[in-house]
T-cell receptor, first 120, second 111 residues
Framework: GAVVSQHPSWVICKSGTSVKIECRSLDFQATTMFWYRQFPKQSLMLMATSNEGSKATYEQGVEKDKFLINHASLTLSTLTVTSAHPEDSSFYIC????????????????FGPGTRLTVL | AQSVTQLDSHVSVSEGTPVLLRCNYSSSYSPSLFWYVQHPNKGLQLLLKYTSAATLVKGINGFEAEFKKSETSFHLTKPSAHMSDAAEYFCVVSGVNDMRFGAGTRLTVKP
């Protein structure tokens, strides 16, 4: 159990367009999802925390109007990069945590495979 | 507030020799601690976690870590490195709806 998927796995877009990335928990309900950004050869930087049915909490320095997060259900969160620019090119990773169920515990996050965004 | 420091950005070992990846944490309460591994172009995989049970935690692929509260450390070890262990390793401290990653340690395994 505890599988998290992301779609798409990679995307190339033109500058000024918007891109939506989906994060799904496939076999458990995720009350909390995290969105991270990872630059080449660097660690993950937490962008925001979203709880199902409420507004996301953004980390300092992350533009909430640029990185729109929606967590409308217990199995799906989306990150929309609005008016993307080349500096937004990065590897975006989501993780999901859920209620205790078998081997899935609330204190463990399960990571998606990531989405590589390239903005031309 | 929580933070985690990985003391080595790069560790290089020979195949068959022990591995030690160092991690120190800071937390205002009893944290949960994790080690994740990231292979090139792959997603993060949980190696092991500590959640206030046994201080010596055994994980997958022969890795283990020991929680030492007095030293605020959670170092990752493996008795004998394998070529397939070459990857990026992240130490993570977690609280309620808060998860912080270390900068990562790149492990290189020489034949």
């Amino acid at each position: 159990g505890a599988v998290v998927s992301q779609h798409p796995s990679w995307v190339i877009c033109k500058s000024g367009t918007s891109v939506k990335i989906e994060c799904r928990s496939l076999d458990f309900q995720a009350t909390t999802m995290f969105w991270y950004r990872q630059f080449p050869k660097q660690s993950l930087m937490l962008m925001a925390t979203s709880n199902e049915g409420s507004k996301a909490t953004y980390e300092q320095g992350v533009e909430k109007d640029k990185f729109l997060i929606n967590h409308a259900s217990l199995t799906l969160s989306t990150l929309t990069v609005t008016s993307a620019h080349p500096e937004d090119s990065s590897f975006y990773i989501c993780s999901a945590g859920g209620p205790t169920s078998g081997d899935i515990s609330t204190d463990t996050q399960y990571f998606g495979p990531g989405t590589r965004l390239t903005v031309l | 507030a929580q933070s985690v420091t990985q003391l080595d950005s790069h560790v290089s070992v020979s195949e068959g020799t022990p591995v030690l990846l160092r991690c120190n944490y800071s937390s205002s309460y009893s944290p949960s601690l994790f080690w994740y591994v990231q292979h090139p172009n792959k997603g993060l995989q949980l190696l092991l976690k500590y959640t206030s049970a046994a201080t010596l935690v055994k994980g997958i692929n022969g890795f283990e870590a020991e929680f030492k509260k007095s030293e605020t450390s959670f170092h990752l070890t493996k008795p004998s490195a394998h070529m397939s262990d070459a990857a990026e390793y992240f130490c993570v401290v977690s609280g309620v709806n808060d998860m912080r990653f270390g900068a990562g340690t790149r492990l290189t395994v020489k034949p």
